[in-house]
């Protein structure tokens, strides 16, 4: 392990099954090739070091956006376990007999916990997808938005502090990575629908709480969800076409990608991205 004053890394003998994916959560590791050592290469991945109390423990950094990820990849998981169980509670509610009231109970359970699980999806599913947008901001990014009355300017904080989502992700598709097909791609109507939900259920009005409920049990909250991985995904695979952008700019993009194209962040460019779980594809 090295250290200066600000960072401690791991550093390791670079080998190919080194890049083999052991957890969506870690981040990619860096590829440190030596000025001074002819054929050498190391990999360099960052260590966290947290003070508990009176003892400290590190770990290896993790990507915030896969973390995100992973926890709505669960909820994703039982909802489709789920999914089934409530297609048939309509017809077992139809079966008159005594215990009707005390089935009613246990299906309320089975629903709340679908929704639950909903709920869960969506909400991490978006800040994944909120993360990455502003982790895709180039750290020297300046903006300028033209409206009718004034040019306005913004650095990468002030995008991220006051910029709407909705603006932030064409700024992203359009003035950063230059990818406006994007918008023709099936998942993004996905995406908007994504944003919408998750709009209503952070922002919940009384006369729109039991309708939000039966959207989300109506609609394919999973194809909905998994847009967010997707739009990660076509950014991450895509970024290399852009020679403007900087391997430094990209170093904490995420590892969710289609697992035929997996590749690692170094000076050329390449991104070795997430893995999606065969289930989910």
């Known amino acids: 392990m090295e250290s200066n004053n600000e960072k401690i890394a791991l550093i390791s003998e670079f080998k190919e099954e080194s890049l083999e994916l052991l957890d969506i959560r870690f981040l990619p590791p ?3 090739v030596p000025r ?4 050498y290469k190391f990999l360099s991945r960052d260590v966290e070091e ?3 109390k009176d003892s400290k423990i590190q770990f290896l950094t993790p990507s915030m956006v896969a973390m995100q990820v992973n ?3 669960e909820s994703i998981r039982n909802i489709k376990k789920l999914k089934d169980r409530i297609k048939i509670i309509p017809s077992e509610q139809k079966k008159e007999d005594r215990d009707h009231g005390e089935k009613i109970i246990g299906h309320t359970l089975e629903v709340y916990e679908f929704i639950e699980q909903a709920q869960k999806s969506i909400i991490f599913s978006f800040t994944a997808l909120e993360t990455f947008i502003n982790l895709s901001i180039p750290k ?3 903006w300028e938005k033209i409206t009718t009355r004034k040019k306005e300017i913004y650095n990468k904080e002030q995008i991220e502090r006051y910029i709407s989502w909705k603006e932030k992700i064409n700024l992203v598709v359009n003035d950063i990575y230059k990818m406006p097909e994007i918008k023709q791609t099936k998942f993004w109507s996905s995406l908007m629908e994504l944003l919408e939900i998750r ?12 309708e939000v409920l039966s959207d989300i049990l109506n609609k394919d909250i999973i194809r909905i969800c998994f847009s967010c991985q997707e739009y990660i995904n076509y950014i991450s695979e895509n970024v290399t ?6 391997t430094l700019d990209i170093e904490k993009f995420p590892i969710i990608s289609d697992s035929r194209k997996v590749r690692l962040i170094q000076k050329a460019g390449d991104v070795r991205p ?5 289930d989910f594809r």
């Open 241 to 246: 076409e852009n020679e403007h952008i900087k």
């Open 36 to 39: 001074d050592l002819d054929n």
């Open 274 to 278: 997430v893995y999606i779980p065969e």
């Open 199 to 210: 709009n209503r259920l952070i922002h919940i009005k009384s006369s729109d709480d039991t």
């Open 71 to 73: 926890i709505a990849n």
């Open 30 to 32: 860096k590829i440190l």
């Open 140 to 142: 020297d990014f300046v």
């Open 50 to 52: 947290v003070n508990i």
